[in-house]
């Protein structure tokens, strides 16, 4: 079965400091993998994903992950934040081989910037 | 762009009514889904639909029902609602393509309460 875990309920950093949000998810195959955004009183909105190729993926608003199949890890990041990157931040996973299934989710991060 | 449209931003229904949440899409997607989010639970999937009359249950189908006449709408039906159905109710499509790799697009959501 798949499934996905951000391990940080809450991060907080300076604006103008780097971020990374962290995620792990555990598939049988290949995965797909997602982030998410969720600003307040929002539904989500699509940051960026991995599917094949370049372990480095660069995404909206300056986001980039980074996936590492060794450490089945896909971490969000960003080099300078700003305080309206202030959201919930979610990373979500598909296992590719199955088909028909759809996207797990993870529980959720949410991300403070302090100016 | 893409239009998610969830008919009810805010929704009061007293135990053991039927209610349905509806949602809209304008871009012709194939694939549409329901999640409810709960504060430290994240997303969790409650059905999803990849054809017009089709449908596939999520991670916690007990409770819900959907349909899909057409195309564009996917309707979520609480046939008895209980108070645990209190949540956030986010609607998504996708674009078809292999294997579910396309990037959800979500509604604002519904926010179901029900006493």
């Known amino acids: 079965a798949q499934s996905v875990a951000q391990p940080e309920d809450q991060v907080n950093v300076a604006e103008g400091n780097p971020l990374t949000v962290k995620c792990t998810y555990s598939?049988?195959?290949?995965?797909?993998l997602f982030w998410y955004v969720q600003y307040p009183n929002r539904g989500l909105q699509f940051l960026l994903k991995?599917?094949?190729?370049?372990?480095l993926v660069k995404g909206s608003y300056g986001f980039e992950a980074e996936f590492n199949k060794s450490q089945t890890s896909f971490h969000l990041k960003k080099p300078s934040a700003l305080v309206s990157d202030s959201a919930l931040y979610f990373c979500?996973?598909?296992?590719?081989?199955?088909?028909?299934?759809?996207?797990?989710f993870g529980k959720g991060t949410t991300l403070s910037v302090s100016s | 762009d893409v239009k998610v449209t969830q008919s009810s931003r805010y929704l009061v229904k007293r135990t053991g009514e039927k209610v349905f949440l509806e949602c809209v899409q304008d871009m012709d997607h194939e694939n549409m889904f329901w999640y409810r989010q709960d504060p430290g639970l994240g997303l969790r999937l409650i059905y999803f639909?990849?054809?017009?009359?089709?449908?596939e249950k999520g991670d916690i189908p007990e409770g819900y029902s959907v349909s899909r006449e057409k195309k564009e709408r996917f309707s979520l039906i609480l046939e008895s609602a209980s108070t645990n159905q209190t949540s956030m109710y986010l609607c998504?499509?996708?674009?078809?393509?292999?294997?579910?790799?396309?990037?959800?697009?979500f509604g604002n959501g519904t926010r179901l309460t029900v006493t």
């Open positions: 979500a996973v598909r296992d590719a081989p199955q088909a028909g299934t759809a996207l797990i």
């Open positions: 998504a499509s996708s674009a078809p393509g292999t294997g579910f790799n396309s990037p959800l697009h």
């Open positions: 991995y599917i094949t190729g370049d372990n």
């Open positions: 639909s990849y054809d017009v009359k089709m449908k």
């Open positions: 598939v049988s195959g290949n995965p797909y």
